[in-house]
């Protein structure tokens, strides 16, 4: 079974720190994804990366930066964390016709 | 990739059958139709993908409309489990294994 896993299900930040989401997937997928999931807003891409070292704006990239070092992880960085960050975070690995979700990250930045 | 129309909500008694419509008037020819859903507190999960012809598979079975231009997702028999949002998706034959673009969707409830 593909295995998208993420580094915490919950965290609570404070405005102005810097955060790190970490996502590992198992399956030597080349391509992964950053998303996040807002009420009324749908699910909205941050960062895809198509290969280690690589990487390309999603809709949202605004505050946000990645790190692919490793084809198997892929990371989503805060530089400074504000309010409106606020947000369940979904990462994603994938093969030409599925996308493999993990089961997501519920950040709450006070 | 082009965009397709959901009902927000519908309902289902368990056990019944389900057919969950999508619109996507403005398909192009090599645009694949894919289904995600989401369970509640979960990330989304592949459904279903198709072309032209109708696809089963494990999960559910997915009707393809002669012009292309709608879908509908048919869960045979509908479990508490199956409450979830659909998602209907257009993929284009060059962003395979790129980014999904997803609507509101469609919020399945199942009542005992």
């Known amino acids: 079974d593909v295995k998208v896993t993420q580094s915490s299900r919950y965290l609570v930040k404070r405005t102005g720190e810097k955060v790190f989401l970490e996502c590992v997937q198992d399956?030597?997928?080349?391509?992964m994804f950053w998303y996040r999931q807002d009420p009324g807003l749908g699910l909205r891409l941050i960062y895809f990366s198509y290969d280690v070292k690589m990487k390309e704006k999603g809709d949202i990239p605004e505050g946000y930066s990645v790190s692919r070092e490793k084809k198997e992880r892929f990371s989503l960085i805060l530089e400074s964390a504000s309010t409106n960050q606020t947000s369940m975070y979904l990462c994603?690995?994938?093969?030409?016709?599925?996308?493999?979700f993990g089961p997501g990250t519920r950040l709450t930045v006070t | 990739d082009a965009k397709t129309t959901q009902p927000n909500s519908m309902e289902s008694n368990e056990e019944e059958p389900v057919h969950l419509p999508c619109n996507h008037s403005?398909?192009?020819?090599?645009?694949?139709i894919h289904w995600y859903r989401q369970l509640p507190s979960q990330g989304p999960e592949y459904v279903i993908h198709g072309l032209t012809s109708n696809v089963n598979n494990r999960m559910a079975s997915l009707a393809i409309a002669e012009d292309r231009k709608s879908s509908t997702l048919i869960l045979h028999r509908a479990t508490l489990r199956d409450a979830a949002v659909y998602y209907c998706?257009?993929?284009?034959?060059?962003?395979?294994?790129?980014?999904?673009?997803f609507g509101q969707g469609t919020e399945l409830s199942v009542k005992p």
């Open positions: 994603a690995s994938s093969t030409p016709h599925e996308q493999y």
């Open positions: 399956m030597d997928h080349e391509n």
């Open positions: 998706i257009l993929r284009g034959l060059y962003n395979q294994g790129g980014k999904l673009i």
């Open positions: 403005t398909i192009s020819g090599t645009d694949y």
